[in-house]
């Protein structure tokens, strides 16, 4: 007769040999993304780092939005290298961690298909899989955030106290990499105060235990509040209606399509079709825990759609973007893993492949995008100013474009770093009208736009199109060359 129990080991050994096998292809993957040219946000962050004469002016004098203190730190302690890479070298380890913790946490939580299932979906995630691999503060928030869940979970199982000297500097740093991690805090705030509820212990005991574990985070979130958060300079950018925003983080956590372009003042069908998704799995998500008695269904309920919510609605945010929730995925994909796992046991053996389906069509639904960003990268502009290079006589080369800002900040920087690159003089809009350059780049974030043929600039002269530098979406630009030409405009 065969032994059921051996068939079970062979079944374990499989799924963890699966589990390995997925964790090894997606920091294959994080590490393919961080190669390639920065691009403005991260060069941006660059320059505090490089501007400040000591570590303590990274928090004392830039309280900017694009300075995430933990990132810009890592930043200024790497000095200036050859190779660009070591600039995202903290986000790509924080990336690869990521995706272990969360595997780490589901099977701990729930098992190995869940921890399967959950490797798979956030190490092939396309939002994920971007800031895995971009120098700045997203992907160790996202580190951090999973590191605080583990040990404050293992605390409340297990009551050791020794595992609050994880949570906290896990907290602090979490909050240190991005401002939104408050969003997580605030969550496990609830989650650990629940527990106290259902433990019956006495009132003076359960606050004391609740304040041994939050009271250090929070504290210091009060503090980092008034401190630099208070004061904060937002850099601005494109303003996008709040539902928009909200839709394209739903329809990328998905893999759905995102056709319309992003300025269009209403929602586009698959931003709706995508919210409607989210709300399928996290309610049921949610249930299903509720009905276990697992008390993380306040966890994930708080995480998912209540601090969300009330960030939107405490801070009412000029300038919105789908990253800003970037640190809510990983728990909604773990959600995902879970609601699939359990209803593949509730089916019987010959369909329980259906429950795995919406797996199966998210990770396909994330592949092109990731295809786009391993091969096409953020921008490829240090590849544009050689290109004027090779084309120009010799002496200074005139470059303009149109926006000083963005384009001046990244042509400045990579001109330092390419050979050459001293004959390059950019020359800002406003003094076109007395020296017109020669090389002029235009620059635009929609990857399927197709640029005009020619720029008829009056009093300033003709620019005819040269060559397109693309990008893969969301982090960088399309560089679209356009060179000055002296015959007459196209009719």
Known sequence: MPDPLNGETKHLKFIRLAIGCAFLLSSAAIIAAARGDLWLDEIWSLAFAHDARSAADIFLHYHHDNNHPLCTLFLYCVGEPDCLYVYRLLSVLSGIGAVLLAGFVAKE??????????????????????????????????????????????????????????FWPASILGMLSHATFIMLSASLFLASLAHQVQAHESIRRGIMRLLAQHYVPLTF???????????????????????????????????????????????????????????LVVVPGVAILYWRHDLQWIFFLAMLLIMPAAMLILSRPKFLYFRYFIICFPFFLL????????????CPPRWRWLAFAPIVLVVAGQIPRDYHLLVTGRGDYSAALEYILAASPDGPITVGSDHDFRNGMVIGFYAHRITGGERLRY????????????WIFAHNQDRTFQPIQEHALKGIGVYRLIKVFPFSGISGWNWVLYRRSFEPPAP
């Open 221 to 279: 979130f009060a503090w980092w509040y008034v401190f630099y958060l208070k004061d904060m300079e937002i850099g601005g950018g494109p303003v996008y209606r709040t539902w928009a925003v909200i839709g394209q983080a739903s329809a990328l956590i998905f893999g759905l399509p995102d056709a319309v372009a992003f300025h269009v003042a209403n929602i586009t069908a698959f931003h709706a079709v995508a919210i409607i998704f989210i709300l």
């Open 335 to 346: 959600l995902l893993a879970q609601l699939a796992c359990h209803c593949s046991r509730l």
């Open 427 to 438: 020359l800002d809009q406003s003094r076109w009208l007395v020296e017109s350059p020669e």
């Open 109 to 166: 939580e729930w098992g190995y298909p869940e921890a399967l299932c959950s490797v798979v979906l956030i190490g092939s995630s396309y939002p994920l899989l971007l800031y895995f691999s971009e120098a700045r503060g997203y992907a160790p928030a996202i580190f951090f955030g999973l590191a605080a869940y583990a040990a404050l979970r293992h605390n409340l199982r297990s009551r050791h106290w020794a595992t609050l000297v994880l």
